[in-house]
T-cell receptor, first 112, second 114 residues
Framework: NAGVTQTPKFRVLKTGQSMTLLCAQD?????MYWYRQDPGMGLRLIHY???????AKGEVPDGYNVSRLKKQNFLLGLESAAPSQTSVYFC???????????FGQGTRLTVV | GEDVEQSLFLSVREGDSSVINCTYT??????LYWYKQEPGAGLQLLTY?????DMKQDQRLTVLLNKKDKHLSLRIADTQTGDSAIYFC??????????????FGRGTQLTVWP
């Protein structure tokens, strides 16, 4: 019963480096989301997907790209990391019409 | 988009009741949630309420919804030191919003003193 799994859990990047965060869910959910959490702030939506092969921008999409090539995976990419992207990143998934979204444990990213 | 506001800090003595308040702006939000986050951990769904309900009770937790005032509260009875955490209010997007998207408040840091 894995639920939503995020990889990696921690990462330190240098400014300008690139990386990909992986979110995997085993619940056959259609909808998947990437949020970021900054100190003193609630979670803000970066990008989301309502099905395999589809992605859309959320509230704070700049500096990020996403892909949903397989239904169970939602990838978040940083092409050229900046210190402003230091944050905790949460992935979530849910079924259409469901009441509950399931969250991963988060990825703590530090950009120096 | 939706604005969700909650106070940032709350301190209570062990055994007392805690009340965390939240206000939101979109009256068409269908579901309203309370999440708990312990240090270094992910989000744990505590409870939620459907927008056509006034109250929901689940063991030590009571959720009150005043839809007219767009006010949501979470009461924790007999608060314990293990309840110390950040509590997030979240509401589902209303009409025209991103499917399944949640709008979060900034979180209330609850500190329980022994």
């Amino acid at each position: 019963n894995a639920g939503v799994t995020q990889t990696p859990k921690f990462r330190v990047l240098k400014t300008g480096q690139s990386m990909t965060l992986l979110c995997a869910q085993d619940m056959n959910h259609e909808y998947m989301y990437w949020y970021r959490q900054d100190p003193g702030m609630g979670l803000r939506l970066i990008h989301y997907s309502v099905g395999e092969g589809t992605t859309a921008k959320g509230e704070v999409p700049d500096g990020y790209n996403v892909s949903r090539l397989k239904k169970q995976n939602f990838l978040l990419g940083l092409e050229s990391a900046a210190p402003s992207q230091t944050s905790v990143y949460f992935c979530a998934s849910m079924s259409p019409g469901a009441t509950e979204a399931f969250f991963g444990q988060g990825t703590r990213l530090t950009v120096v | 988009g939706e604005d969700v506001e909650q106070s940032l800090f709350l301190s209570v003595r062990e055994g007392d009741s805690s009340v965390i308040n939240c206000t939101y702006t979109d009256s068409s939000s269908t579901y309203l949630y309370w999440y708990k986050q312990e240090p270094g951990a992910g989000l744990q769904l505590l409870t939620y309420i459907f927008s056509n309900m006034d109250m929901k009770q689940d063991q030590r937790l009571t959720v009150l919804l005043n839809k007219k005032d767009k006010h949501l509260s979470l009461r924790i009875a007999d608060t314990q030191t293990g309840d110390s955490a950040i509590y997030f209010c979240a509401v589902s997007g209303g009409r025209g919003s991103t499917l399944g998207r949640l709008y979060f408040g900034r979180g209330t840091q609850l500190t329980v003193w022994p």
